[in-house]
């Protein structure tokens, strides 16, 4: 099952995607600490005891969607977040060893 409930390869949820504008999940930055291929793949190294509460949602999503290895490509399409905006994220996450 993904974060929404579906079977893997089934339909993504009818919700739309977040009003936030992206530039504000990621304080205004376009380029990524460190760069990521599409594919690059992506694991979270969080456990299910770990504290994400205080965590920006994006993190707290993109640490539960990577409990299974995902490309980067696949996280943005599945958040229905930019590209962009996934790599800074990722980055970010990555520096501070949450991916």
């Excluded at 760069?35 to 640490?63: F, G, K, M, N, W």
């Amino acid at each position: 099952m993904d974060p929404w409930g579906q079977r893997p390869g089934g339909p993504l949820p009818e919700e739309p995607a977040s009003p936030v504008r992206p530039f504000t999940v990621t304080g205004g930055r376009t380029t990524p600490r460190m760069q990521l291929a599409l594919e690059a793949l992506v694991s979270s190294a969080t456990t299910t005891h770990y504290d994400l509460s205080t965590r920006p949602p994006e993190h707290r999503a993109i640490a539960s969607l990577c409990r299974q290895v995902r490309s980067v490509a696949e996280v943005s399409a599945l958040l229905r977040i930019p590209l962009g905006v996934v790599r800074v994220v990722i980055a970010d996450m990555a520096a501070e060893g949450l991916v």
